[in-house]
């Protein structure tokens, strides 16, 4: 939320430029509360309707944060209303109300002691279902313009609840069309892969939208991203850490509130901030992406379902609809399609742009499904850019609208993508499984506000966090501390010093970690694979040839980067074992075994941690209501563990192994231990964070969660959105 110092410094500059006889601004008025007289909702007064302010609402996975109006509710601003000036904002009911009667919204300007009424609306979601999200609405303002005006927002009820949430002002402001203001962009298109653009060298048309845009701006060939899955990489662009520091790495990963996003820095500034966003592992409340936004708006498909299929046009109207809501406000806008992400399926004529054409049984959408012979590869490579030739039209499209606008010249538009795509360039389909550049290597074409530098190419690498630091740097402000990423301003100026890129993924069971420079890089696998690569990118840029015997000193710097910025998983096994007989059992891990605690050990039995930490034995004779326990965590985070051993002297059979609520056995003895990126479908219905029951004599595990971590409960809301994205089984 806004700070109360820059709040007053805005008030305090309004009154300045008002006694020099300048025209009256453009007033975001969720951060006007200095202009705010009068504020009643559902019987409370101005505290209540404050407090609520910051949280807002969100409905149908839309939030905008507004003022609460629950009837009877009245809020009244003293305002200096400009020339041309209009109000934009949107109406909403609560879900929670939707079976109330309905609520009547009002806009008012009173001037000499007398109210107009200029807008009113009957929102009545029991009768109407398009009044059962959110409803924009701008109103004209320009005949009220003049100083020393009080603009009143009203709301009444044909049954008051009490409940001052009950009704909403969405988002409003007093804008004007034509008054400058800083506007910054960051416009990301979901599994973009760089070499599948004409701007980095592509032989198809897929981007001549993107390839005009860049004779404006700096083409950045080596941006490297920091995950090649989108929650990760999405977190390192907005703030500027490293996965390992953000911790939004794995599925159930939220981006923990110790993070401090790019909106939130804008939004303690007095700007505008919204996003419009394709991708529900982004835009689902659970994720926790949304801090910081005035409109946080997660678009759905057909038939209003969570989806992929959300072509980029809805996300660019939403995105122009924010923009042209704060004409002349300070504005940041991050805009998210997806199109080019699996299934691969572009609208006519796309979806015929490229050969070879899908066939009768060979639709080419998803590799998973729909590859059955060779030519299928080319086919799905085909969609694809099909996808990326559709999205790019609609860049186009927003380029233009900018243009139109007046506003394009002075903006800083930064295009980027999250991550690539493979088609088995290593083996493998799709992204989230390695750390190769097909997936990593992004495309980066900035466009600076007046244009500077246009038509520039920097060589030397650049990596996600730096969005960040480039976009305050473009806007004047300082950076603060924490921040990893360097302005791109000092790539274009040639001072910014070589440095190595990190990228890592723990997704679904594919554990790897790369440390790339510009000339080479490393990539160490831990699961499924297990081995070390190192890659000369200058003689071999397809990165086919691993040389890791060719430069030992080099791969040992490389490799020790990695491991110092590896992080551990955030919780810990618990293995305990019962009964009267004796055990032997060995954890093992291609990680590390870190901060072991052992309780119950009697004098004569033992734990031993060896390997450098790779493997943990335990030697325990528990008695009677006597167990042995110990409890660890792995890094990096997803390495697989590994139990086997002994139970009085002989294999230990699956069934005396329990883990989590349900006591469920592993299917084989010595075999991995369940974590919780498998828990969603390899051990489906145990809560992995609940003791086995007491009565389960042998080998008891589970998992725990240490102090201030945490993890995303998985609802049946969410797990709609991630099987949507095909990142839970049906």
């Not at 979601?125 to 005949?143: A, C, F, K, T, Y």
């Not at 505008?272 to 926790?288: L, W």
């Not at 969609?383 to 010249?409: N, S, T």
């Not at 302005?487 to 274009?492: G, I, T």
């Amino acid at each position: 939320m806004r700070t109360a110092l820059s709040t007053a410094l805005a008030g305090l500059a309004t009154l300045a430029l008002l006694a020099c006889g300048r025209p009256p601004d453009p007033v975001d008025l969720l951060g006007a509360h200095d202009h705010l007289v009068e504020a009643r909702a559902g019987g409370q007064g101005r505290e209540a309707v404050l407090e609520a302010a910051g949280r807002g609402l969100r409905v149908n996975d839309v939030l905008r944060r507004g003022f609460p109006a629950g009837p009877p509710g009245r809020l009244r601003f003293d305002l200096d209303i400009p020339k041309g000036a209009r109000l934009t904002f949107a109406c909403a009911v609560d879900p929670r109300f939707r079976d109330r009667p309905a609520v009547e919204f009002f806009v008012k300007v009173a001037r000499g002691g007398r109210e107009d009424v200029v807008w009113t609306r009957l929102l009545d979601p029991i009768s109407r279902p398009e009044d059962r999200g959110w409803v924009p609405m701008e109103v004209d303002l320009s005949e009220f313009a003049g100083r020393g005006r009080e603009l009143v927002l009203e709301t009444r009820g044909y049954e008051e609840t009490g409940e001052p949430e009950q009704a909403w002002w969405g988002t409003p402001a007093v804008t004007v069309r034509g008054h400058r203001a800083p506007l910054a962009i960051i416009y990301l298109v979901d599994t973009l892969r760089a070499d599948h653009t004409g701007v980095y060298g592509y032989s198809r048309g897929t981007t001549p939208e993107l390839d005009a845009f860049a004779e404006d701006a700096i083409v950045f060939e080596q941006a490297i991203m920091h995950s090649s899955w989108t929650k990760p990489s999405v977190a390192s662009i907005l703030t500027s850490r490293l996965p390992g520091q953000h911790r939004a790495v794995q599925l159930r990963d939220a981006l923990d509130a110790s993070n401090v996003t790019l909106a939130q820095r804008l939004d303690e500034q007095g700007w505008a901030t919204g996003a419009a966003i394709a991708n529900s592992v982004i835009y689902g409340a659970e994720s926790q992406f949304d801090r910081g936004f005035d409109f946080f708006a997660g678009l759905h498909g057909e038939d209003d379902r969570r989806s992929k299929l959300v072509n980029a046009d809805v996300v660019v109207d939403a995105a122009l609809g924010w923009m042209r809501s704060r004409q002349g406000l300070p504005t940041f806008l991050y805009v998210h399609t997806m199109d080019p992400h699996v299934p691969y399926g572009p609208p006519p004529p796309f979806d015929r742009m490229f050969e070879p054409h899908p066939t009768e049984g060979h639709p080419g959408h998803d590799p998973r499904t729909d590859y059955l012979e060779p030519l299928d590869r080319e086919r799905m490579i085909a969609q694809y850019d099909g996808e990326i030739a559709y999205g790019d039209l609609e860049f186009g499209r927003f380029v233009r609208a900018l243009k139109e606008a007046g506003v394009y010249d002075d903006a800083l538009v930064l295009f980027i993508a999250d991550h690539g795509e493979e088609f088995l360039d290593h083996g493998r389909w799709l992204h989230g499984r390695s750390v190769f550049d097909e997936l990593i290597r992004v495309p980066l074409v900035v466009k600076l506000p007046g244009n500077r530098h246009a038509g520039r190419r920097v060589s030397g690498q650049v990596q996600g966090v730096d969005v960040v630091p480039t976009v305050l740097e473009a806007m004047r402000m300082p950076l603060p501390d924490g921040l990893v990423g360097l302005p791109l301003q000092e790539a274009v100026e040639d001072l910014a010093p070589d440095r190595t890129a990190l990228a890592e993924i723990s997704h679904r069971g594919f554990v790897a970690y790369g440390v790339r420079s510009a000339q080479d890089k490393f990539v160490q696998r831990f699961n499924p694979d297990h081995d070390e690569l190192y890659f000369d990118l200058q003689q071999d840029p397809a990165e086919q040839t691993n040389i890791i015997e060719e430069r030992p000193e080099r791969v040992r710097f490389l490799k020790a980067q990695g491991e110092q910025a590896m992080s551990p998983n955030p919780f810990r096994y618990v293995v305990e074992v019962s009964g009267r007989r004796p055990y032997l059992l060995q954890l093992e891990t291609n990680g590390w075994i870190e901060d072991v605690k052992a309780t119950g050990f009697a004098p004569d039995e033992r734990w031993t941690l060896g390997g450098n930490g790779r493997w943990l034995q335990l030697e325990a004779r528990p008695g009677p209501n006597a167990p042995r326990q110990v409890s660890f965590t792995v890094r990096p985070i997803g390495a697989p563990v590994t139990l086997a051993g002994t139970r009085s002297g002989r294999d230990l059979p699956p069934g005396a192994v329990a883990v989590g609520s349900s006591g469920w056995h592993p299917p084989s003895i010595p075999g991995r231990l369940p974590d919780v990126e498998s828990e969603a479908e390899r051990v489906a219905g145990i809560d992995l964070f609940v003791p086995p029951p007491p009565e389960a004599e042998g080998v008891r595990v589970w998992l725990t969660l240490p102090p201030g971590q945490s993890l995303m409960e998985l609802d049946d809301e969410a797990r709609e959105r991630l099987r949507a994205l095909g990142y839970l089984g049906p």
